[in-house]
Every structure is written in structure tokens, then in C-alpha cells.
């Protein structure tokens, strides 16, 4: 869960819990356009804007270590710690399961 007060524009962002159904999918990453008090607008990686706004949208956003610019490759759902590709990785959580 994002605070609304500690987003800045051009943070990028990964869509979680509930998701956001019939704009992206679990996982999907999007970049701050605006911060307000209670919302920020987001676009995804092809440029289409959403508002996520009050607990229901910060609840759907959660904070990466990226700013600016998208990652080259999708983090992993099991890694989550860098933009690799985890095939094969020894420390892929999600492979070890």
C-alpha cells in the first residue's frame, strides 16, 4: 500500500491486491503522472492514464525502487528485488516452490 504524501511524480509502481480490472493486470507496473491528496494518476507502459484514489486505490499500489524510467524486463513475482529474469535464478522464490 502507497501513502499518498510519500509518492512522487515519476515513481514507479506496481499494481497489487484487488488488482485493476480492464486497465492492468497483477504485477504491472505504471508511473506517477500526478500526486494529490487523496489519488495519484498513474500510466502504464503504453501511456494510458488511470486514477487510483482513497484506501481503495493506495491499497492497490505498491512502491519499487524504480523512478522515472520503466525497468528493461518485468520484475519477478517471486524475486520482486531487481528487474531480472529469473529463470533459472538460485534465489527465485517462486521457482523454489
Known amino acids: 500500500m502507497i501513502q499518498?504524501?510519500?509518492?512522487?511524480?515519476?515513481?514507479?509502481?506496481?499494481?497489487?491486491?484487488a488488482g485493476a480490472p480492464g486497465y492492468a493486470k497483477l504485477g504491472d507496473l505504471v508511473r506517477v503522472?500526478?500526486?494529490?491528496?487523496n489519488s495519484v494518476k498513474v500510466e502504464d507502459r503504453d501511456g494510458k492514464p488511470a486514477d487510483f484514489m482513497y484506501n481503495c486505490g493506495a491499497e492497490r499500489?505498491?512502491?519499487?525502487?524504480?523512478?522515472?524510467d520503466f525497468p528493461k524486463t518485468e520484475p519477478c513475482d517471486g524475486c520482486n528485488s531487481s528487474p531480472v529474469d529469473c529463470k533459472g535464478s538460485d534465489d527465485c522464490?517462486?521457482?523454489k516452490a
Do not use: F
Open 33 to 37: 503522472l500526478e500526486v494529490h491528496t
Open 93 to 95: 522464490e517462486t521457482l
Open 4 to 17: 499518498y504524501d510519500q509518492v512522487l511524480r515519476g515513481d514507479i509502481l506496481k499494481i497489487t491486491g
Open 61 to 68: 499500489l505498491e512502491p519499487t525502487e524504480w523512478h522515472e
